[in-house]
């Protein structure tokens, strides 16, 4: 357990598994910081380096804020593997930056066995636009941005048995950034905001009925899937982050028996670059549903807030 600091100046530190810390500089500005890297989990060295920015970048988005910087993070190896990889890595990440009007400034690298690559990230944001997983309230509708299954389809890339068109799917999600999304979300009366990560759907979820001392309803029928979804779940392609993940969040969740074992995966299956987990007023879902899919961005209601029950997360 780490000792526990004072520092008046932190809004968000790391008690409620938030995406990002918060550290207030004036009254009207604060910077947004966090740090994401991971090995490969695509074929092509570019996409990779593009989808580990995007990733990277998602996490202030959550909070509401606008990234303005970064630094690389390498690992790579001394040996069997070409240094044009790294470039095309790399150059693949620094587009995505632009893409999403931030800077470079630098990085650091180490000789690794294995490929990692990612960003330290910060950014800034009006203490008042701050959402933090401690946000919900009881009524609030559950939204989400992108389809679930990236987790099952990147595994299954990996051992060879996957379709053209399912990697050709997931990995435009992958590459889709949360900005504009969080942008809209913004304009309406929403009062928390995570982003789907590796913790998966029921990980991320339950950290903010955690946080916000409440209970959620999801509605396994309204759930957005990737292409071959299921498919592969059904196949057994599981990552090992989904097993964990059921083994740390499933104590905290009933999933009706109504829910497929398929589909149950799917709950606890690790997604990287994945959508917004949004919690809003109400009266606001319906508009904000319109106004993101006016923008060709993936939106869906997938439950509802209630007051706190035996269980964070139920999934009907």
């Known amino acids: 357990m780490l000792p526990r600091q004072n520092i008046p100046e932190v809004l968000v530190g790391f008690e409620n598994s938030d995406d990002a810390g918060v550290f207030q500089l004036t009254t009207d500005i604060a910077v947004v910081q966090t740090v994401d890297f991971f090995p490969p989990i695509v074929d092509d060295p570019y996409t990779y380096g593009q ?6 970048l998602s996490d202030i988005y959550a909070m509401g804020g606008q990234p303005k910087t970064a630094l690389s993070i390498v690992g790579f190896p001394t040996k069997n593997v070409d240094f044009n990889v790294l470039g095309a890595i790399m150059r693949g990440g620094v587009e995505k930056l632009s893409e999403a009007d931030v800077a470079l400034l630098g990085g650091h690298s180490v000789r690794d066995d294995e490929i990692k690559f990612g960003y330290a990230v910060t950014g800034i944001i009006n203490p008042k636009n701050l959402k933090q997983n401690s ?7 559950v939204l989400l941005t992108k389809p679930l299954g990236i987790g099952l389809i990147t595994t299954a890339i990996k051992r060879g048995k996957v379709l053209p068109e399912h ?21 309406f009366r929403v009062h928390a905001m995570t982003d789907v990560t590796g913790f998966g759907l029921v990980g991320h979820a339950s950290e903010v009925a955690r946080a916000s001392r409440l209970s959620i309803q999801i509605d396994h029928r309204k759930l957005p899937l990737l292409p071959g979804t ?3 779940s059904r196949e057994g392609f599981c990552a090992g982050g989904l097993i964990s993940n059921e083994q740390f969040f499933g104590p905290h969740a009933v999933i009706s028996g109504s829910v497929a074992p398929e589909m149950r995966n799917v709950l606890f299956d690790p997604q990287t670059s994945g959508g917004l987990i949004i919690f809003c007023d109400p009266s606001d879902a319906g508009p904000l549903v319109k106004k993101l899919e006016a923008e060709r961005i993936s939106a869906v209601e997938i439950g509802v807030t209630s007051p706190p029950a035996d269980h964070l997360l139920t999934v009907d």
């Open 51 to 56: 989808i580990a920015a995007a990733n990277a």
């Open 135 to 141: 946000g919900a309230h009881v009524g609030d509708r």
């Open 167 to 187: 990697v050709t799917a997931a990995t435009a999600a992958m590459l889709q950034l949360n900005r504009r999304a969080a942008e809209i979300a913004l304009e």
């Open 230 to 232: 299921l498919a592969y």
